[in-house]
């Protein structure tokens, strides 16, 4: 079956510097778009990043210039590389995969997700 494990989170500083990763397994790994969403406290889960076969990236407006999403097809791995963190990006981080070319921002068009890593941030 599909899964996908997420690891690198923890607690940093406002500034700070995080690197998640995604390793994934039982899937066709080259051929999926995988994407982050992070659910914040109090918020409905929200989409932060994405990436598709090819390695084209795609960001929600608050993280742009912040954040970086790779992928090693290689290693069946997802990275998201998070930069200048701030207080605000203090959630929950989920990894997702969908079996379909297109990043989509819904929550609906993934259907493989991890189990979620915490990121906090403190000012």
């Known amino acids: 079956q599909v899964q996908l494990v997420e690891s690198g989170g923890g607690m940093a500083q406002s500034g700070g510097s995080l690197r998640l990763s995604c390793a994934a397994s039982?899937?066709?790994?080259?051929?999926?778009?995988q994407g982050w969403f992070r659910q914040r406290p109090g918020k409905e889960r929200e989409f932060v990043s994405g990436?598709?076969?090819?390695?084209?990236?795609y960001y929600a407006d608050p993280v742009k210039g912040r954040f970086t999403i790779t992928r090693d097809n290689a290693k069946n791995t997802v990275y998201l590389q998070m930069n200048s963190l701030k207080p605000e990006d203090t959630a929950v981080y989920y990894c997702?995969?969908?079996?379909?070319?297109?990043?989509?921002?819904?929550?609906?068009?993934?259907?493989?997700w991890g189990q979620g890593t915490q990121v906090t941030v403190s000012s």
């Open positions: 990436i598709i076969w090819s390695g084209i990236p």
């Open positions: 997702a995969a969908r079996n379909s070319v297109g990043v989509l921002t819904a929550q609906s068009a993934y259907a493989y």
């Open positions: 039982g899937l066709t790994f080259s051929s999926y778009t």
